[in-house]
Each structure stands twice: as C-alpha cells, then as structure tokens.
C-alpha cells in the first residue's frame, strides 16, 4: 500500500515506518524535522498546517498514519494555542485531506490519556467502552479528545474511514531523553539521585515501542476500519519496580530518596488491549523486563536515547 506518515521522523512515527517499510509498503514521511534513522523512503519536509500541501501529497495514497502533533505535555502547557493548533488542527487537516484526495483511510495517534486521571475503581479495567473523560485536566488530553471526534465526525459526515489508536505510555530506543526511563537510566549510570515522590508504588502501563509500532501497523487490517483501538502493555509497572529492573540489568545501585506524595497523584488504572488482540491478532512479544533489557544495555553501551 502507499501510505504517508505524519510525524515520522519523530520517536514512535520512525519505529511506525520501520515495520512499514518491513512489511514492503511504499511509505512517504511527511514531517518538518528530517528522518534521523535512515528510513529508505520518501520524505517530504511540511508542515501539517500546510493544508493545501498535505492535500496534494495525500494523492494517491491509502492511507494517512497520522502521527504528528506536540507530544510533550510540557510544552503543551507552556503554549497551549500552538500546540492544539498543530495536534487538533492537524487532525482535521489529515482528515480534510484524505476527504479530498479520497484516501481510503486516516489512523490517529492518540493516548489513553482521553480515559482522564480519575483514581476510579482500580479494579474496574478500562476497554474501548469505557467513555472518554468529560473533564480532562489537560489541554493536551483535550486535544486528543477533539482530533477523535473529528475523526468520528469524518467518518459520519463525509464517510471518510478512520482508525483511532490510544497508546499507552511507550518507552525504548529513540525516545525523548527527558521521559522517565531514560532520565532513570541516565541517572544510575551517572550515580546521580532518583527523586521517588510517595512511595514508588503508582504503576504506569509501558509499552516497547517496537511492540506499538508493530500493533500501530496491524491497525491497517481492514477489520480494524472505523474502530477504537488500545494499545497497551501487558503489565502494571510501578516507578519502583522501573528503578529495581534497571539496577539489575545495569548492575548498580540507584541513589533513591522518597519525599512527599504529589498531592491526587495519579496511581493507575488498568488498561485492557484484548481488542487488539482479538479483532488484529495483536499482543506485545516482548516482556516489560525484556524490552527494559534490549533498551537499557544499548543505552548503556553508548548509543543514548538516539539508539536504533
Ligand atoms: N510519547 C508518548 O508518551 C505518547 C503517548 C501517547 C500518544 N502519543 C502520541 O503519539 C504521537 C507521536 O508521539 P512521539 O512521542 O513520537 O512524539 P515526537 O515528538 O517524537 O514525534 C512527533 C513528530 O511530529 C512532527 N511534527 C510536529 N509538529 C509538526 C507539524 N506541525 N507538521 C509536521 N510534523 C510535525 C515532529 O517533528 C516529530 O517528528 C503524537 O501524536 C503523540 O501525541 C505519544
């Protein structure tokens, strides 16, 4: 299939053209930062506010994977017009293209952030059913919420056929050097403190990015057409089971120090991808564990955060 992709110079946008390309489509990056990973395929340098660009690049292909927005919370709290500008105007945008130029369909990245940070049951798992937060205590969840319901609107007012992928919170190879696994990596090989805030226990749910990626690829199965799909790891990981894999895999102490609990910190909920699995055939194969070790040791032997 040809297909372009949004942001696919970016962290999770190059791991989606890797198995892409794998897979022997014909993929067009479409970003305005040049890929860094050597992806063998077009590029086209724009911006996704470049409507009357994305349109005319966007023919011809099948499908739009689109990936690109502000991705950094903190940046999105520092110029929130900017940021929803480029995350849920560059939404319509790809949709608006793909009406146009008849692409057949467009796959959003979005977050499971849209479910909210309410503590809830913690016993109560979270599925595609469960309903979006209606009040988000983010402008960057807010975004999110908008770009999916763009797409739904897409499809019900101009049949455009749309996919909605929520990631959970990916870590490993290229990811940005101020997310938490890497700050926690860099921080035991430098021998430098760990600040724990309560005691560690809030878990997160990670996912390796190559296992996203390959599940972001199996998003284009047409039964996953006009559906919402969480993509997950498996396993509740709390800060203090990160810190406890990585000494062993690294082979030295953390520097921990527990301070204060931030106050309705957030302890996490669990967050089924079962309808991945039974609609695409789609689970992680790598453990948590597995993925820290393939991520941490190439970061340790140098390769940094920019690692393949
Ligand atoms: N990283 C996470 O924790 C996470 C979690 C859930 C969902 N997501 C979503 O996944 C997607 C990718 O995130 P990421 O972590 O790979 O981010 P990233 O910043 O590494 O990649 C985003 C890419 O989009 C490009 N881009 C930004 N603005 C653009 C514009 N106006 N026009 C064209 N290209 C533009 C950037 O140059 C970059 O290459 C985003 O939509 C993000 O919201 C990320």
Redesign the pocket.
């Known amino acids: 299939m040809k297909i372009l992709v ?9 791991h989606i053209v890797d198995v892409l390309l794998e897979q022997g489509h014909q993929v067009k990056i ?4 040049s890929p860094k990973y050597g992806q063998a395929c077009e590029f086209v340098k ?5 409507i009357v660009r994305l349109v005319r690049e966007s023919a011809g292909q099948d499908a739009i994977y ?7 919370v903190n940046r999105f709290h520092d110029s929130p017009f900017y940021s929803n500008f ?2 849920s105007g ?1 939404t319509i945008n790809a949709l608006e293209a793909a009406r146009t130029s008849g692409v057949g369909r467009v796959l ?6 849209v479910y909210g940070s309410d503590p809830g049951n913690p016993d109560v798992v979270i599925t595609e059913e469960t309903p979006m937060t209606d009040h988000p205590d983010h402008i ?1 969840t807010s975004a ?1 919420i908008a770009a999916e319901l763009f797409c739904k609107n897409y499809h019900q007012m101009y049949g455009v056929n749309q996919t909605i992928m ?5 870590f490993g190879e ?3 050097p101020e ?1 938490v696994t890497p700050i926690f990596i860099r921080k035991i090989l430098k021998g430098e403190e760990i600040t724990v805030h309560g005691d560690g226990s809030q878990t997160r749910q990670f996912i390796y990015v190559k296992d996203l990626a390959r599940g972001c690829a199996a998003c284009l199965k047409p039964q996953a057409a006009n559906e919402i799909l969480n993509l997950n790891g498996r396993d509740r990981i709390s800060v203090v089971d990160i810190i406890r894999n990585l000494e062993e895999i690294l082979g030295r102490k953390a520097r921990l120090t527990f301070i204060e609990q931030r106050s309705g910190q957030f302890k996490g909920r669990l967050i089924s991808s079962e309808k991945a699995k039974r609609l695409l055939g789609w689970e992680t194969q790598f453990s948590y564990r597995e993925a820290l070790e393939n991520y941490a040791r190439g970061f340790a032997a140098g390769k940094g955060a920019g690692q393949r």
Request: proline share 2%; no cysteine; hydrophobic share 40%.
């Open positions: 949004t942001g696919g110079s970016g962290f999770i946008g190059s479409y970003d305005v930062e724009a911006d996704v506010m470049d689109h990936i690109a927005a502000e991705a950094n480029i995350t560059g959003l990245a979005s977050t499971e952030w960057y999110k929520r990631f959970g919170i990916p290229r990811a940005r997310t």
